[in-house]
């Protein structure tokens, strides 16, 4: 099933913020404490990290993107994990 994943407030203040940087891309198999991206505020460039595995789907807001508002889906991600082969 998949679950979307909420663009962060990375501080008590933070309303919106840029998604500066994808670190993973669609299909990426990810585990609790990976980075995903990076996240600009009007104070600083963060870090976002994963707080549980699974894979990432469809990745619904492209890279620079201005103003992204807190709680607005950045990413859906599948929480089963991939068959090995």
Sequence with gaps: MATEVLMPALSPTM??????????????????????????????????????EGIIGKILIAEGTEGVKV????????RRRRKRR
């Design 15 to 52: 309303e919106e913020g840029t998604l500066a940087k994808w670190l993973v891309k669609e299909g990426d198999e990810v585990a609790s404490g990976d980075i995903l991206a990076e996240i600009e505020t009007d104070k600083a460039t963060m870090e976002f990290e994963a707080v549980d």
């Design 71 to 78: 709680n607005t889906p950045d990413r859906r991600a599948d």
